[in-house]
């Protein structure tokens, strides 16, 4: 029988190795509290790449490491490096060296930057498709204007940048190619609205403050994983599902894993219409109204959370159902959560809801207790070139 004390000595030699220390593969000792939160571990998708330190030569690695069911989203791990060297912004005719100018292109690109910057754009940024926008090694904030715009495209990957202070965008001319500048109406101001685009993966992000939503997975999108990003001063956080009556987003499938939804929060984390979520090893804390809500019969799945409820008697449920016509056979469930300060979660339905991923798409999702651990890197990375992230 291993001790205790060999385990944590174990732990820690191998925390400061080259290789990498996986969480789950401590999950049969059942350590107590204090032990696992005291350990330095990564989950599944840090575990992949963060302990290299040729990361920043071997950038387009990264791709190789979402799980769920964003897992197949190559971005532009196919294309050229981009290198952006120039924060400003026109949405109609893109300079070179501006990130606008990136995302439009046809062919693929994986997409970096030369320095810290803020970029204020003019309206919102319209991407293509077989783009990253990967902001490892600077710090690169989207703010104070429009934000991102993921329609009718596929494979892209936002990793490592903040997008906060978001606002509508408004109604002119923007370019989504180089041989197309079309008429927008305006966005709603949402950080990230994900529409009718599929393979698409969200990682570690700050994501804060915006006119409508964090993020939006609407209009048919699937095959969605967001990952390692730290939420927090916003009312509707995240949606997934365009309307109760858009029975398209039945095919909508989203992986919602390690990420920390954190202070001031208001609810939405997610809210689901229709389609499928699987909501895995995420921290909760402080909610002022629910943490997980549907309508229109969703499934949703929580498993391996960490729910602290607030104070407030009236916010301990984690769930909240929008209903007119009944909702004891939704499937909604929870395996593995932890509930604190008196937290809850209405379960519902009957059968079977795992997420039925593919081997490629499959990750051991830890107990709750281990989330504090495994979201404690939550956010963009502070990554230096020549050594581990």
């Given at each position: 029988m291993v001790s205790l004390t060999t385990l944590l000595w174990l732990s820690c030699l191998l925390a400061n190795s080259a290789s990498t220390l996986v969480a789950y593969s401590l999950d049969s000792y059942n350590l107590p509290k204090p032990a696992v939160s005291s350990l330095k571990v990564m989950n599944v998708i840090d575990s992949c790449w963060r302990a290299k330190s040729n990361w920043a030569?071997?950038?387009?690695?990264?791709?190789?490491?979402?799980?769920?069911?964003?897992?197949?989203?190559?971005?532009?791990?196919?294309?050229?490096i981009y290198v952006v060297t120039d924060p400003s912004d026109d949405p109609i005719n893109p300079k070179l060296g501006t990130l606008r100018y990136g995302v439009i292109q046809t062919n693929p690109l994986w997409i970096i930057f030369a320095k810290d910057m803020v970029i204020r754009l003019k309206n919102e940024l319209i991407m293509n498709s077989f783009k990253?926008?990967?902001?490892?090694?600077?710090?690169?904030?989207?703010?104070?204007?429009?934000?991102?715009?993921?329609?009718?495209?596929?494979?892209?990957?936002?990793?490592?940048?903040?997008?906060?202070?978001?606002?509508?965008?408004?109604?002119?001319?923007?370019?989504?190619?180089?041989?197309?500048v079309g008429r927008r109406g305006g966005s709603d101001g949402d950080a990230i609205d994900i529409f009718a685009s599929s393979y698409v993966w969200v990682d570690h992000c700050y994501l804060a403050r915006a006119a409508d939503g964090l993020i939006d997975v609407i209009h048919a999108s699937t095959a969605v994983t967001i990952s390692n990003?730290?939420?927090?001063?916003?009312?509707?956080?995240?949606?997934?599902?365009?309307?109760?009556?858009?029975?398209?987003?039945?095919i909508m499938k989203v992986t919602i894993a390690f990420n920390h939804f954190g202070p001031g929060l208001i609810e939405r984390m997610p809210r689901v219409r229709i389609g499928y979520a699987h909501v895995a090893n995420n921290r909760y804390e402080d909610w002022k109204m629910y943490a997980i809500g549907g309508s229109a019969?969703?499934?949703?799945?929580?498993?391996?959370?960490y729910f602290m409820a607030s104070n407030d008697q009236n916010t301990k449920e984690v769930t909240k159902r929008e209903s007119y016509g009944g909702w004891k056979s939704w499937k909604w469930r929870t395996s593995k959560d932890v509930f604190l300060n008196g937290a809850y979660f209405v379960p519902s339905g009957y059968g079977s809801c795992a997420p039925n991923y593919s081997r490629a798409q499959s990750f051991v999702v830890a107990p709750g207790a281990m989330v504090p651990a495994l979201t404690a890197n939550a956010g963009p990375l502070s990554c230096v070139v020549g050594k581990a992230c």
């Open positions: 030569v071997n950038r387009k690695a990264l791709a190789d490491c979402v799980v769920g069911f964003g897992k197949g989203t190559l971005g532009g791990k196919y294309g050229a990253t926008i990967d902001g490892r090694g600077a710090k690169v904030e989207i703010a104070n204007g429009p934000c991102i715009t993921i329609q009718g495209v596929s494979h892209v990957i936002i990793h490592g940048i903040s997008i906060h202070d978001c606002k509508p965008g408004k109604s002119g001319q923007v370019r989504s190619s180089p041989d197309h990003n730290y939420f927090e001063q916003h009312d509707k956080v995240m949606l997934l599902g365009h309307n109760d009556q858009f029975t398209a987003d039945k019969n969703p499934t949703i799945f929580s498993e391996g959370n």
